[in-house]
């Protein structure tokens, strides 16, 4: 990579870029466009003004970009970032404003509520962290508009998958290490994870693990005179998993390479203030991260808690003794039955 560096751009390219800009955005209504917002009302002070078109759909967004740029000579970019999770440096570390998508799935799993996923083993997923994503958009703005070779809208893709792959058999792993590590004291059973790429097998399983431990759970705190509500927990959790479904049974690898092209014309100070680096993502760290946010959504304390570590101590040597239990039943019957 060529560093770009010069004293008279101390302050950074894309801040000086920034400077009494007028920045028109769509589709950054969520959290991700707050923190598009956050970012350049915190790093580039002397922006003009930002105009923020809400819309419905993600395409009809797209088209508006497009038809505008055929009809003008302002730089027009598309930016199409992959599954967004957790912030890794920004604002804070593990910064998040929603409680949808991957984020639920994770917190589910770090309570012992979620054990199965219709994912292959081996399949490579597309994660990226927000702050990332977001100095990726702010990047390439910037290097369109100063290097554009064309008046064209150009489409930026920002994804990981071929800079620092995510892969679900050697990262699940290091997951359930991570909320062993920091365990919530809301937790209700072992946090094991199968990953079942049969479709069938999976809604087996899914019937098994959730849907019938939910109905009991139900039923015990009916019986209490409690409210249930085990089972809203489960069909949100099966919403959230058919709407990821798509891009977890299968192996995606987004090319971002007009992405990251942009790094080689940005200077020191725009890759500290602005970097987007996927190579530079630790996914043990990040793992780290997830599971003390699935504490926050509980709004339980960041700070280790013993007793939360002997209840997952306890949980865990109860649910190896059953395994073992139904196993050596298992054997038992098909040892009489063959007998």
Known sequence: MNVT???????????????????FLTGCTGFDGS???????????????????????KAVAEGVVEDFAKQSSLPCIIYRPSIIIIAIREPYRGWIDT?????VLLALQAFGLLHVVPAEP????????????????????????????????????????????MRFHTDCPKYTKSIEKYPSSKIVWYPFM?????????????VLFHVLPAIIADVVLMIQSKKPKALKVVSKATVQVRALYYFISTSWIITADKLKSVMNRMDVTDLEEFSFDMTLI????????LALNARKIVKGPIEAIPDASRRFQKLEVLDYTIVTLLWTLAFFFLFRIIS
Request: proline share 4%.
């Open 5 to 23: 560096s010069d004293s008279k751009k101390s302050d950074g390219q894309i801040r000086n870029f920034y400077a009494r800009k007028h920045v």
């Open 35 to 57: 923190l598009i917002l956050e970012k350049l009302l915190r790093t580039c002070t002397d922006i003009g003004n930002v105009y923020i078109m809400t819309r419905e759909k």
């Open 99 to 103: 409680k949808y998508g991957p984020v």
């Open 122 to 165: 081996g399949v490579i997923s597309d994660y990226i962290p927000v702050d990332l994503a977001t100095n990726g958009l702010l990047s390439a703005i910037w290097d369109y508009t100063v290097n554009r070779e064309t008046n064209e809208p150009q489409e930026y893709n920002c994804g990981s998958s071929d800079w620092n792959p």
């Open 194 to 206: 199968f990953l079942v790429g049969n479709i069938y097998v999976f809604l087996v399983l899914h």
């Open 282 to 289: 630790d996914w043990v760290e990040v793992s780290e991260v």
